[in-house]
């Protein structure tokens, strides 16, 4: 059986480093009954940079859906733009910045789930 969820139920999350938003698609909190992935929306807004971070057991898979911004993966980086395709292996040291003047947005997914993300720099999330 299908299941729709009106954005205004989906889990939102605002950053405390910048100005960037999360949005869930599937995780715990959205009970679809997937187990082997986990995914959400993004989107930096100008300016906006994430903490340099890895997950250790999983691929991490980014779609730009709007805008361009820089994926940074170990001492590569990479513009990414609309209907891009990124993915990130285990351990890959990673994180975007939005050095543009419009919204950066990308739909994240991870499979499977992540059991931990580890901060370059800790608390720097």
Known sequence: MAKVFPRERLPQLHSTRDTRDRMDLVSDD?????????????????????AAHWHGDCH???????GE???????????????????????????????????FAFVELWAPPPTETVWVVPDDT
Do not use: C, Q, S
């Open 30 to 50: 959205v009970p679809v009954g997937a187990a082997r992935i986990k995914a959400d929306r993004i989107v930096y807004h100008p300016g906006d940079t994430a």
């Open 60 to 66: 991490h898979l980014f779609y730009v859906m709007e």
């Open 69 to 103: 911004g820089v994926l940074h993966v170990d001492d590569a980086a990479h513009r990414l733009g609309i209907g891009m395709v990124a993915v990130v292996g285990p351990r890959e040291v990673h994180w975007f910045e939005n050095d543009t003047r419009a919204n």
